[in-house]
T-cell receptor
C-alpha cells in the first residue's frame, strides 16, 4: 500500500461545478496535510493546509480532514478553466521531518 | 512572500560530468529539501537539511550528495551524472521545525537533461 494515495484521473468537471479531489494516507499518526496545485511545466504551489479534523475554507477551496478514516479531500466550488492542473496531496508522517506526496490528480475544467 | 530560487531553469550535461544545482531561499527558513519529479513516479525526496551543515537522506539519495554551508543555500551535487538522472529537480524550503505551520514552498525547478 502506498503511503499517500490519490486517484490519478484525469478528472473532468464542467465549469461552475464542484470539483472533488480525494486522498488517503496510511500512517495513523500523521499530523499535517497539504494540497498543492501544479500547472504543467511549473512547480507545485501550496493552496491549502489543514491540521485538525473538519473543514477549512479559503475562498472557493475547502479542505476536509477525517483522521479516523485517514482521508483528506479538497473541494473546489464554482470551478474555473484556470483550475485545470494537477493537484498533489502531501502528508507529514508521524515524527518524520518530511512530506510524503501522492501521485497527483489531473483535473480538467471544461468550459 | 517566500521566495525560493534555483540557479537554472534548464540544464544539459553529459554523462559523467559533475553537476551542481543551487537553491537559495530568502526567508530564513530552517529546513530545505531537494526532490526530483518524474512522470508516473511523482515527487521523490532526495535529501533534506534542517540546519546548516546538517543533512538527512531522503528516499532516493543514491548518486547524489548535498551541501549546506549557509542557511539560505542548499546545493545538490550529482557526482557523476547518468542518463537516469534526467529529471525535473525541485528545491523547497520550510520554516520548520515540526509543528503546525510546516509548509513547504517550492522553487521554479530545474529541468536537467543528461546526454
Amino acid at each position: 500500500q502506498k503511503e499517500v494515495e490519490q486517484n490519478s484521473g484525469p478528472l473532468s468537471v464542467p465549469e461552475g461545478a464542484i470539483a472533488s479531489l480525494n486522498c488517503t494516507y496510511s500512517d495513523r499518526v500523521s499530523q499535517s496535510f497539504f494540497w498543492y496545485r501544479q500547472y504543467s511545466g511549473k512547480s507545485p504551489e501550496l493552496i491549502m493546509s489543514i491540521y485538525s479534523n473538519g473543514d477549512k475554507e479559503d475562498g472557493r477551496f475547502t479542505a476536509q480532514l477525517n483522521k479516523a478514516s485517514q482521508y483528506v479531500s479538497l473541494l473546489i466550488r464554482d470551478s474555473q478553466p484556470s483550475d485545470s492542473a494537477t493537484y498533489l496531496c502531501a502528508v507529514k508522517m508521524g515524527g518524520a521531518q518530511k512530506l510524503v506526496f501522492g501521485q497527483g490528480t489531473r483535473l480538467t475544467i471544461n468550459p | 512572500d517566500v521566495k525560493v530560487t534555483q540557479s537554472s531553469r534548464y540544464l544539459v550535461k553529459r554523462t559523467g560530468e559533475k553537476v551542481f544545482l543551487e537553491c537559495v531561499q530568502d526567508m530564513d527558513h530552517e529546513n530545505m529539501f531537494w526532490y526530483r519529479q518524474d512522470p508516473g513516479l511523482g515527487l521523490r525526496l532526495i535529501y533534506f537539511s534542517y540546519d546548516v551543515k546538517m543533512k538527512e537522506k531522503g528516499d532516493i539519495p543514491e548518486g547524489y550528495s548535498v551541501s549546506r554551508e549557509k542557511k539560505e543555500r542548499f546545493s545538490l551535487i550529482l557526482e557523476s551524472a547518468s542518463t537516469n538522472q534526467t529529471s525535473m529537480y525541485l528545491c523547497a524550503s520550510s520554516l520548520g521545525p515540526l509543528v503546525d505551520g510546516y509548509e513547504q514552498y517550492f522553487g521554479p525547478g530545474t529541468r536537467l537533461t543528461v546526454t
